[in-house]
């Protein structure tokens, strides 16, 4: 693909997330998709921070929505090339400390195959 067609992908990615739209979200993965998070590690340790498929990337999001109803991210930057974009954003969550976030979208056939998060 090429990387506009990526940073597209993330933009809808972004609008999905934001408006807590789970099966919108998810129709962006591939069925087999992995993600990695700190909060995924912190949260629940026997993962080590990651998930496989789309049932595992449902339960992960449907409790962070359950739990964080304010949570939004605010685009800071894309930078995209043929095979992946490279998203900065700040998250926000009432109650709680403004956080930088770096997370790579790994992008295959339209569909993301895998997404790592950082957090700064």
Known sequence: MIPEENKAIAKKWFEAFNEHNLEKLLSLYDDNA?????????????????VMGKDQLRAW?????????????????LTADEEQVFMEYTRFVEGEEVLSVGEVLEIKDGKIVASRVYHG
């Open 34 to 50: 992995q993600h990695y998070s700190p909060k995924l590690k912190l949260r629940q340790p026997e993962t080590r921070g990651f």
């Open 61 to 77: 999001w449907a409790d962070s929505f359950k739990r964080l109803p304010s949570l939004r991210y605010e685009v800071v930057k």
